[in-house]
Every structure is written in structure tokens, then in C-alpha cells.
């Protein structure tokens, strides 16, 4: 069963796919926290994630730091850390004999209000978007690049955010465990009991 998940979130509804549709039991761990940046996770890293390797770990970071709170120039986790602090992250995973597959944020509704250094959210997010990309090509690491496959599958932001154009609604969950489910078993090589869905963390699963 899920150790992971409460709710309708999209890691449980994640764990259900898993059960229902794949060959071998699976089980989810919910590792993330709200609010969090990469230092935060590895921080938390030793004690968290560490202790359930080997694994796959669904790493997926950027919203929180690239934000720049009022009253502040810099973003809460600078861009140039960003980038050591997810390459140190895949090398921890590596290291306990884990697999490592980094994820690229959900696209999100512009938001015009400007941040403490004067440039909207969005503009300041943009690059950490571009450096989980380059990453995930420069340390050789498996990507499920959810902002890509949502523009081409035409989903609707409307229907995937809440009002604040940034967070999951209800229905957004179960769409991104859909994307994150379908994507998964293709960079994993996975079987699955029949054909996958079709598609219009710290996560890790073991």
C-alpha cells in the first residue's frame, strides 16, 4: 500500500495507477514538503530519502526557489546553487544505488504581479525550467518534462491550477498523475498489464 499520500493528491492517485495497471507491487513515499527549496531537501536528504534507497526518486524542484519574496533582490535559491544543489541531489541518489529522474514543473499561468526584484514570476522561473533540461542532459539523467507534454497534449490551466495559477486543483492532481504515471513507465522501460493511459517529486518509489 502507499506510505506516501493523503487525499486526492496526485502522488496517491499516482500509487493507485501503479497498483491497478503495473505488473509488480509498488509502493509511493511522499517526501516532499511545501514551500521547500533544494537546500531544504538536502538538508533533509540523509534522513529522508537515503534510508528507502535504492529506489527510483521523482525529484522536482524550482517553483520555491526561483521565487523572490517582496522586500528581497534575490531569489530565495539562486540559480547558479539550483543547479549544484540538483546535480548534488542525483549524485546522493546514485550513490545509495537509486535512480534518479528529474521533472520539469507544470506550466503555470503568467502572473503580472512583480516580485521583490521587480520581474513577474514567471520570468524568474523560466530559467530554472531551462536548467533542469540541461541537467538532465549533462548528468545523463532520465526527464519527464511535464511543461513540454502538457502545451502539446492542449491541456487547459484553467481546469489543471487553482485560481493562484500556480497550484494543482483537485482535477489538476489527477490530470499530473496521469502525465507523471505515463511518462514514467516510458523512461523507466516498465511494463504495464494493459496499454497506458493516454495523455491529452521529492517522490520516491521503490
Known amino acids: 500500500m502507499s506510505k506516501a499520500c493523503e487525499g486526492g493528491r496526485w502522488t496517491t492517485l ?36 537515503k534510508p528507502l534507497l535504492p529506489a527510483y526518486v ?3 524542484y524550482g517553483f520555491n526557489d ?17 543547479r549544484e544543489n540538483i546535480s ?14 528529474l521533472i520539469v514543473n507544470h506550466p503555470i499561468c503568467p502572473r503580472e504581479i512583480p516580485q521583490g526584484n521587480r520581474r ?12 533542469i533540461r540541461e541537467l538532465a542532459k549533462a548528468t545523463k539523467t532520465p ?7 502538457m502545451v502539446r497534449a492542449g491541456v487547459d490551466l484553467h481546469r489543471l491550477l487553482t485560481k493562484d495559477g500556480l497550484h494543482l486543483s483537485a482535477e489538476g492532481n489527477a490530470i499530473y498523475a496521469n502525465f507523471v504515471f505515463a511518462s514514467f513507465a516510458s523512461v523507466a522501460g ?9 495523455v491529452a517529486t521529492w517522490n520516491v518509489l521503490a
Not at 505488473?23 to 513515499?29: A, D, I, P, Q, R
Not at 548534488?88 to 529522474?101: F, N, S
Request: glycine share 8%; net charge positive.
Open 14 to 49: 499516482l500509487y493507485l495507477l501503479l497498483k491497478a495497471e503495473m505488473e509488480k507491487e509498488w509502493h509511493v513515499y511522499n517526501r516532499g514538503i511545501g514551500g521547500d527549496t533544494t537546500w531544504h531537501a538536502l538538508d533533509r536528504f540523509d534522513d529522508d530519502i
Open 58 to 60: 521523482l525529484i522536482e
Open 66 to 82: 526561483a521565487s523572490v519574496p517582496e522586500g528581497r533582490r534575490i531569489a530565495r535559491c539562486g540559480l547558479a546553487a539550483f
Open 88 to 101: 548534488e541531489i542525483i549524485r546522493k541518489v546514485r550513490a545509495g544505488k537509486g535512480k534518479p529522474i
Open 120 to 131: 513577474t514570476y514567471v520570468q524568474n522561473f523560466r530559467p530554472y525550467q531551462a536548467a
Open 143 to 149: 526527464m519527464i518534462d511535464l511543461e513540454r507534454e
Open 190 to 198: 516498465i511494463k504495464v498489464k494493459g496499454a497506458l493511459p493516454p
